[in-house]
């Protein structure tokens, strides 16, 4: 908008709804601020939504078929790409890598406790999520 | 998108519920989060500010069902609501990074209440403000090259002769079959030389302009909508003042008679340049 004045500027008005869907989506599913630390895991059913829809992306066919597969080549995203646990530090890994692998981790944890929880029609303990946040 | 429409007979919540998180920044709530209150996230749901001390987050209600609705749908219908919910996460976001500094959340960052919204972002407050200032007067540039299939338009190579000679017999198959081959491997080794040069050609162009650059995966597929083949996906981080430069600095180096194209969007919030907040508790 204003950043780019009158100008002949690219998507001058935005992203808006008109932006490419694969633009927003390597973005927003791949990107953004990931919360570290103990604040969020602490009410196991709303943060599954969080691991729910990635799981969600990263096991929907179509999605793969769209072109929406980055994560099957992102060790932090992929938990066929991805090499053993611990393994990562001879690699180039960003602290954000880092980070995605722990959740990962942690969501892996989770939806395996709440599948429990659910068979078990008892509430899930979130204490196996507050695990260690250092890696 | 019909297949994106949610149940909303109770589209808000009262503030106790569990709220969608969408961005965090520095900015007054005034300056953030449309005023007049017609901002809507996902679910169509209004969106709101949540300020702990001097640091305000983007929020707006979920409803649970909607979460527990995850997963359980058919897939057409869980793609257009992921669609769904990127595109309003974008829109939000958007919304606030035209007028201040955000830290774009990811996606689906929900938590418990708008309590537990305030107490993440007073314990954060420290970690928000140094990736706030890291990121002031910076944004995201997506730069993607793009070439254009071979075989779009006859393409620039003078290969014309051999494809309607075809008509006739040629005197030997044999070797009209090896100078077929011949033929295709130099054009595919020109075609090769061709991206590495535009790829090169487009990143010096852009680095000039940046601070900061992360290369995205290529795009394929049904969503992959560019002028040819994504040879480059690259994000830029670059000064607001800069944008024009590097836009114009990038597009000088399309060709489109010649198949060589460039896609620049944006400006996005930094997405791809945010380091995870962290949180200390106690």
Redesign the interface.
């Known amino acids: 908008?204003?950043?780019?004045g009158d100008?002949p500027?690219?998507?001058a008005s935005?992203?808006?709804?008109s932006?490419?869907?694969?633009?927003?989506?390597?973005?927003?599913?791949d990107?953004?601020?990931?919360?570290?630390?103990?604040?969020?895991i602490?009410?196991l059913?709303?943060?599954?939504?969080?691991i729910?829809?990635?799981?969600?992306?990263a096991s929907?066919?179509?999605?793969?078929?769209?072109?929406?597969?980055?994560w099957e080549?992102?060790p932090s995203l992929s938990s066929r790409a991805r090499p053993a646990a611990g393994a990562v530090d001879g690699g180039p890994t960003t602290?954000?890598e880092a980070?995605n692998q722990r959740l990962r981790e942690e969501l892996r944890l989770l939806r395996d406790e709440s599948r429990q929880a659910q068979l078990d029609r008892s509430p899930a303990p979130a204490e196996t999520t507050k695990d260690d946040?250092a890696p | 998108m019909t297949t994106a429409q949610l149940p909303d007979d109770h589209p808000a919540q009262g503030p106790g519920g569990?709220v969608y998180l969408y961005a965090?920044t520095a900015a007054r709530p005034g300056e953030v989060g449309a005023p007049g209150g017609h901002l809507t996230g996902v679910a169509d749901a209004p969106v709101r500010t949540v300020t702990a001390g001097d640091v305000t987050a983007l929020v707006s209600s979920?409803e649970?069902r909607?979460?527990e609705m995850?997963?359980q749908r058919p897939?057409?219908a869980?793609?257009a609501w992921?669609?769904h919910?990127?595109?309003a996460?974008?829109?939000v976001v958007?919304s606030a990074f035209?007028e201040t500094t955000v830290?774009?959340?990811?996606?689906?960052?929900?938590?418990?209440s708008e309590d537990?919204v305030g107490?993440?972002l007073r314990?954060?407050a420290e970690a928000i403000h140094a990736?706030l200032r890291r990121l002031d007067g910076l944004?995201?540039v997506?730069v993607k090259a793009y070439r254009a299939a071979p075989a779009a338009a006859g393409g620039p190579t003078t290969s014309a002769p051999e494809s309607a000679a075809t008509e006739t017999p040629p005197e030997s198959p044999g070797r009209a079959y090896l100078e077929q081959r011949r033929a295709r491997r130099r054009a595919r080794a020109d075609a090769d030389r061709d991206i590495a040069a535009l790829v090169r050609g487009v990143r010096d162009a852009a680095a000039g302009h940046a601070v900061d650059q992360r290369a995205?995966?290529l795009?394929?597929?049904?969503?992959?909508?560019g002028p040819g083949e994504n040879i480059a996906?690259d994000?830029w981080l670059v000064p607001?003042g800069a944008?024009?430069a590097l836009?114009a600095a990038v597009t000088a180096c399309a060709d489109p008679a010649a198949g060589r194209h460039v896609?620049?969007?944006?400006?996005?919030a930094p997405?791809?340049f945010?380091?995870?907040?962290?949180?200390?508790?106690g």
């Open positions: 908008m204003s950043l780019f100008g500027g690219p998507a935005g992203q808006g709804s932006a490419n869907l694969a633009d927003i989506l390597e973005r927003v599913l990107k953004g601020v990931v919360i570290a630390g103990d604040i969020q602490n009410l059913d709303i943060e599954l939504l969080t729910k829809l990635r799981l969600l992306v929907v066919d179509k999605a793969k078929e769209m072109g929406i597969d980055w080549h992102d602290a954000l980070e946040p | 569990p965090v979920v649970p909607h979460i995850v997963g897939q057409e869980e793609l992921l669609e919910v990127a595109r996460h974008n829109a958007e035209r830290l774009p959340m990811r996606i689906a960052t929900v938590h418990p537990s107490e993440f314990k954060s990736e944004v995201e997506g995205h995966r795009q394929t597929g049904e969503l992959a909508e996906n994000a607001r944008v024009h836009h896609e620049v969007t944006g400006p996005w997405y791809s945010v380091r995870p907040v962290t949180s200390h508790g």
